[in-house]
């Protein structure tokens, strides 16, 4: 499974502003600069974060970004949904019932196909791993070190 890289962006952001705590709203061009990231890329994806709240925006020149909701309550499939949108990965489109598979074929294609049910479950299975990991979980197996080196480095801008 292939995902754009707006989704380890938005993901390392949202861990960010778990350690921040309530030190927000942190503006755009700070989260950019501290990634090495383009401002508008990444407030085109840390906008879609707010759409689907998770994330709050507060505009204006002391605007910027926060947590809409403790990050125990935000999941790594909220933020992939929300970066990636909610499509399926597969898309079976039964090419078995075409050409001459399809036209000397009898009543085999009455159930559904297999590799369109294996792919189904092994998609469940990923969004079942995804549903069970928090951006609190991220933020607390990650070093200590880095997030108090983010916390120092933000109070000093």
């Known amino acids: 499974m292939k995902m754009g890289e707006g989704v380890e962006w938005s993901l390392h952001c949202c861990v960010t502003l778990a350690w921040l705590d309530d030190r927000?709203?942190?503006p755009i061009a700070r989260l950019a600069t501290w990634f090495d990231l383009p401002v508008e890329y990444l407030k085109k994806r840390l906008q879609a974060l707010v759409r689907a709240g998770i994330l709050t925006s507060t505009p204006g020149v002391r605007g910027g970004f926060g947590l809409?909701?403790?990050p125990e309550r935000i999941t790594l499939l909220d933020v992939v949904t929300a970066v990636e949108g909610g499509v399926d990965p597969f898309r079976c489109t039964e090419i078995r019932q075409r050409?001459?598979?399809g036209r000397s074929a009898g009543a085999e294609f009455t159930r559904p196909c297999?590799?369109?049910l294996?792919?189904?479950r092994a998609e469940l299975a990923w969004r079942r791993e995804l549903a069970a990991q928090t951006i609190?979980?991220?933020a607390a197996e990650a070093p200590a070190s880095a997030a108090e080196r983010t916390r120092r480095d933000f109070a000093n801008p």
């Open 99 to 101: 050409g001459g598979s």
């Open 68 to 70: 809409a909701r403790p």
């Open 24 to 26: 927000w709203p942190v």
């Open 118 to 120: 294996a792919m189904r």
């Open 114 to 116: 297999g590799i369109s």
């Open 136 to 138: 609190a979980d991220l």
